[in-house]
């Protein structure tokens, strides 16, 4: 009988899907931390885990771990090279969040240009003169860059194309023969970014910022800047420094290098600056498909099902453990 690790609060959905199967028990820690979760897994024979680390001293603690379901579609803090070494697959959802991130990547957009953390201050504090400024803009009929064409970025360019912007992405990965019309292309990301009004980026973690001073540099005035992808991707005090100075309209950001972030960050305090805390995916409806479709992964491995697009360390797949029987 496999004996699953839900580590992390999870969807009441997903509970009930695993009350009702058949043959499967479970410790549930709601916690999202890795000490929170470590002295279960001496037992465990699969781990659905939300966003915390799962370091190669956690794994360890496993010697029955046959396979790990990530509630959501990054693993940035999955120690793979380890799973890929002990033979055991890690899977993700799939396409459940796509949606849910975004809907938020566009809120951004529209609130970094329509200014509206200065607008709800102006109206709260009486300053109801504040909108004779002329400080807002438009999105119709402006440029917006995606930098990563993938699932997100493709469902946002649809979005975009609705308030009738122009969509322009940049995704190196992707042939030109093989490009989505949704947007156009932009193979030169510097000269993009010069004539973008408004830049989203939908890429993976990277080893240094994508977005750093050199880029804002080139970027209009009045553009706006969203990441909704992962932190680090943006430099967060060059990005401060670039509102602060007036070079840069706006900026929305919701994930960050450090999180939470500490209540010195220099983007707090910027009401050009549109910050929320990483909940893009957390939508009522995303929570519960991310809920389901983690659990249903393990249920499906274990009976012999596992969709292999869902594995993510395909080099793992050569050495997997066998589902229990």
């Known amino acids: 009988m496999p004996h699953l690790l839900i580590a992390g609060k999870l969807h009441p959905s997903g509970l009930d899907l695993l009350q009702s199967a058949k043959g499967v028990t479970f410790d549930y820690v709601e916690e999202i931390s890795e000490p929170s979760y470590q ?3 001496p037992k465990a024979d699969a781990l659905v885990i939300r966003t915390q680390p799962l370091s190669a001293a956690s794994i360890a603690r496993a010697p029955g771990l046959r396979i790990v379901s ?3 579609v990054g693993y940035d803090a999955v120690d793979v090279p380890t799973l890929n070494a002990l033979g055991i697959p890690l899977c993700i959802v799939g396409d459940v969040n796509s949606s849910g991130v975004a809907e938020h990547a566009m809120m951004l957009i529209l609130a970094a240009t329509h200014r509206l953390i200065a607008a709800d201050r102006a109206t709260r504090g009486g300053n109801w003169g504040w909108r004779n400024g002329l400080q807002t803009h438009e999105v119709a009929g402006k440029r917006l860059l995606i930098v990563g064409f993938g699932r997100i970025g493709q469902k946002l360019a649809q979005l975009a194309r609705a308030f009738s912007m122009e969509v322009h992405a940049h995704d190196p990965y ?3 023969d093989h490009w989505p019309d949704l947007a156009i292309c932009a193979p030169e990301l510097c000269a993009a970014l010069a004539e973008a009004d408004a830049v989203s980026l939908h890429l993976p973690r990277a080893d240094r910022a994508v ?3 050199a880029e804002l540099a080139v970027m209009k005035p009045t553009a706006v800047v969203v990441n909704t992808a992962r932190g680090g991707l943006v430099d967060e005090v060059a ?3 670039a509102l602060r100075a007036g070079r840069l309209g706006g900026a929305g950001i919701e994930v960050f290098a450090a999180e939470p972030p500490g209540p010195d960050h220099p983007l707090f305090g910027l009401d050009r600056a549109v910050l929320t805390p990483h909940n893009a995916a957390l939508t009522v409806e995303c929570a519960e498909r991310m809920a389901l479709a983690s659990v ?4 499906d491995f274990f009976a012999g099902k596992l969709d292999p697009a869902l594995v993510v360390n395909r ?3 050569g050495g997997v453990k066998e589902p229990a029987k």
């Open 39 to 41: 002295a279960f897994l």
């Open 70 to 72: 990530r509630h959501g």
């Open 174 to 176: 992707i042939p030109e």
């Open 315 to 317: 080099a793992a797949i």
């Open 211 to 213: 977005i750093g001073a």
């Open 239 to 241: 990005l401060a420094d």
């Open 296 to 299: 249903q992964n393990v249920l």
